[in-house]
């Protein structure tokens, strides 16, 4: 089983910068990848960015050059960071961490989510 926790979220004004943390525990034997997602209200699930077993980054385009992933490992806890840079309102969604595992077929975990509202 694995347990997915995101934190960091909160109220920013554009332009501004916030972290998001997804501290992911349980057993990883065969991580496929790891990443974010955001919702909007009223909008649909969207894709932000990943990062692969290797630690190779993915972005979607629209938050490309902005939004920066990163992983770290410690002892019993993966950690996945969300680096956001010069935010704009349209930002303004809950963030969902989540993880893919091969079991042997692909298995999604999901996180809460943490709010993250942009000012203007």
């Known amino acids: 089983q694995v347990q997915l926790v995101e934190s960091g979220g909160g109220l920013v004004q554009a332009g501004g910068s916030l972290r998001l943390s997804c501290s992911a525990s349980?057993?990883?034997?065969?991580?496929?990848?790891m990443g974010w997602y955001r919702q909007a209200p009223g909008k649909e699930r969207e894709w932000i960015a990943l990062i692969t077993r290797d630690d190779t980054p993915n972005y979607a385009d629209i938050i490309k050059d902005r939004f920066i992933i990163s992983r770290e490992y410690t002892e019993n806890t993966i950690f996945v960071y969300l680096q956001m840079n010069s935010v704009k309102r349209e930002d303004t969604a809950v963030y969902h961490c989540y993880t893919r595992i091969a079991m042997p077929r692909p298995v999604t975990y999901w996180g809460q989510g943490t709010q993250v509202t942009v000012s203007s």
């Open positions: 349980g057993r990883f034997l065969n991580i496929i990848d």
